[in-house]
């Protein structure tokens, strides 16, 4: 069976430039989440989702970040403007149950030069 | 608000050394707690869990209990070996409205050397 799948799995874009992380969760998955992770500030939730919609976005860092599940089987994180201390590896996770086990996806890692 | 607080690393040890690394939490209610492991290049993937006090998870000769007294679900393995060199993150899973998110530790790394 697939587990979570993240495209892209490398991305080194320039500042200012628009990003798109997409994720696609465990079929019959009903709660996605997004993670950023730095070696400053380890593994940070930003948003998650339960049955497509969201629920906390407390973690979002600031307008720039934005997060959409139009259905699903779907999910993106777009960055727009991006900057240099948006350099990090994006984690997608999604959930069955609401006490079920988290899995996570590969990652995205992302470089704004 | 809900945290986990777990050793910094690294941890270095010898093949077949004894292994811990302390967590602590802070947390309302009654959460589950679990170990996450992350090998390089990948995602996390579920180690072990234990959804309520004096519960003890295990898998692959790691353990946890979860303490409610000492408020703690420290890693343990009796003999560790190269392959099990990875990130390892407590976790909690924290209840709000209608699902619950888990809050993680900031890892700690693991080098076994053989």
């Known amino acids: 069976d697939a587990g979570v799948i993240q495209s892209p799995r490398h991305e080194v874009t320039e500042m200012g430039q628009e990003v798109t992380l997409r994720c696609k969760p465990i079929?019959?998955?009903?709660?996605l989440f997004w993670y950023r992770q730095t070696m400053m500030r380890g593994l940070e939730l930003l948003i998650y989702?339960?049955?497509?919609?969201?629920?906390?976005d407390s973690g979002m860092p600031e307008d720039r970040f934005s997060a959409k599940m139009p259905n699903a089987s779907f999910s993106t994180l777009k960055i727009q403007p991006s900057e240099p201390r948006d350099s990090a590896v994006y984690f997608c996770?999604?959930?069955?149950?609401?006490?079920?086990?988290?899995?996570f996806g590969e990652g995205s890692r992302l470089t704004v030069l | 608000g809900n945290s986990v607080t777990q050793m910094e690393g690294p941890v270095t040890l010898s093949e077949e050394a004894f292994l811990t690394i302390n967590c602590t939490y802070t947390a309302t209610g009654y959460p589950s707690l679990f170990w996450y492991v992350q090998y390089p290049g990948e995602g996390l993937q579920l180690l072990l869990k234990a959804t309520k006090a004096d519960d003890k998870g295990s898998n692959k000769g790691f353990e946890a209990t979860y303490r409610k007294e000492t408020t703690s679900f420290h890693l343990e393995k009796g003999s560790v070996q190269v392959s099990d060199s990875a990130v390892y993150f407590c976790?909690?899973?924290?209840?709000?409205?209608?699902?619950?998110?888990?809050?993680f530790g900031t890892g700690t790394l693991l080098a076994v050397q053989p």
């Open positions: 976790a909690l899973s924290s209840y709000g409205g209608a699902t619950n998110k888990l809050i």
């Open positions: 989702f339960n049955n497509n919609v969201p629920i906390d």
């Open positions: 996770a999604s959930r069955l149950t609401n006490t079920g086990e988290l899995f």
């Open positions: 079929s019959g998955h009903n709660s």
